[in-house]
């Protein structure tokens, strides 16, 4: 199962033809952990890094123990972060959270296609959603 998780994950990000891989590191040292860290560049210069650190907890359930997700413009100002480092206890989602204009929210762990839909939704708008 952890095994077909990041698959998942490595075919998503090659999959994307229009997002440079500036480097993508997935390992799996033993059946029930494993790691995928990448950086990521999108056209306009702004990247995204990030790093996962999984553990197979029963037959069909793959947790993610350490998560984020940090998404920044060409200038390196912060434009979104998602991770689940124990520092907001006020959050409701604690220790999830995301990093958004300044502020700290409450979240639900995203999944790296989570995380990409919203940047392409930053980086491509639809008319309606302006």
Known sequence: MLHRYLSRLYDTIHSRGEIEIEYLDVKQPTLLRGRITGRLRFYDGSTLAFEEVLEQQKIRQVSRIYYKYHYQRADGTLVVRYDNAPHHPEVSTYPDHIHIEGRVE??????????????????????DDE
């Open 106 to 127: 409450a979240a639900e762990p995203p999944d790296l296609s989570d995380v990409l839909r919203r940047i392409d939704g930053l980086l491509y708008p639809r008319p």
